[in-house]
T-cell receptor, first 115, second 117 residues
Framework: AQKITQTQPGMFVQEKEAVTLDCTYDTSDPSYGLFWYKQPSSGEMIFLIYQGSYDQQNATEGRYSLNFQKARKSANLVISASQLGDSAMYFCAMGVGTSYGKLTFGQGTILTVHP | GAVVSQHPSRVICKSGTSVKIECRSLDFQATTMFWYRQFPKQSLMLMATSNEGSKATYEQGVEKDKFLINHASLTLSTLTVTSAHPEDSSFYIC?????????????FGSGTRLTVV
């Protein structure tokens, strides 16, 4: 069975600074995908970034980058130049197998950006 | 991009009544939809996987007779909470496999906040 762990219940960052949200995973399947989502208080799930297990390079999307360390089974999200609008709950999720199927979510990290 | 429309966004119902939540894929065909439940400040817990034209697959501990899932077409999946009780009050959200590929992420509906009084 697969498992996703986010050990930071809450994180604080100053506006314009970078922040790293931790995510570790566990699966025996060599094919998997890792996803990060942002959930503001409205409840919608906003897709941020994806990393496939066979991808050689770390994924980047604008201010978001994924620090993928396969041997350590970690997939940390790095947000550069934090903005007040980044304050939200962040989830790491994993799908396994050739077509991923259902996602397993971590516990989430509440990020608060201070002005 | 792929859009999943979920309705209603918010519903209050009386204990003992049933509530239907709809998720509709607007610009793609969703052969598979996933239904999640989320309590305040907690993670998303998968309830069931619905496949078009077949019975849903429920996760362990989820009462299939209470949470009825129907996926009758390639663009519509519904979740009906039958005989709702206050403990069923939660945030329900659906998701579809990324039609454009995993680089675009799974597409989620906007969620339904259910309050049973």
């Amino acid at each position: 069975a697969q498992k996703i762990t986010q050990t930071q219940p809450g994180m604080f960052v100053q506006e314009k600074e970078a922040v790293t949200l931790d995510c570790t995973y566990d699966t025996s399947d060599p094919s998997y995908g890792l996803f990060w989502y942002k959930q503001p208080s409205s409840g919608e799930m906003i897709f941020l970034i994806y990393q496939g297990s066979y991808d050689q390079q770390n994924a980047t999307e604008g201010r978001y980058s994924l620090n993928f360390q396969k041997a350590r089974k970690s997939a940390n999200l790095v947000i550069s130049a934090s903005q007040l609008g980044d304050s939200a709950m962040y989830f790491c999720a994993m799908g396994v197998g050739t077509s991923y199927g259902k996602l397993t979510f971590g516990q989430g990290t509440i990020l608060t950006v201070h002005p | 991009g792929a859009v999943v429309s979920q309705h209603p966004s918010r519903v209050i119902c009386k204990s003992g009544t049933s509530v239907k939540i709809e998720c509709r894929s607007l610009d793609f065909q969703a052969t598979t939809m996933f239904w999640y439940r989320q309590f305040p400040k907690q993670s998303l817990m998968l309830m069931a996987t619905s496949n078009e034209g077949s019975k849903a697959t429920y996760e362990q501990g989820v009462e299939k007779d209470k949470f009825l899932i129907n996926h009758a077409s390639l663009t519509l999946s519904t979740l009906t909470v039958t005989s709702a009780h206050p403990e069923d009050s939660s945030f329900y959200i659906c998701s579809a496999w990324p039609a454009a590929g995993p680089n675009y992420g799974y597409t989620f509906g906007s969620g339904t906040r259910l309050t049973v009084v």
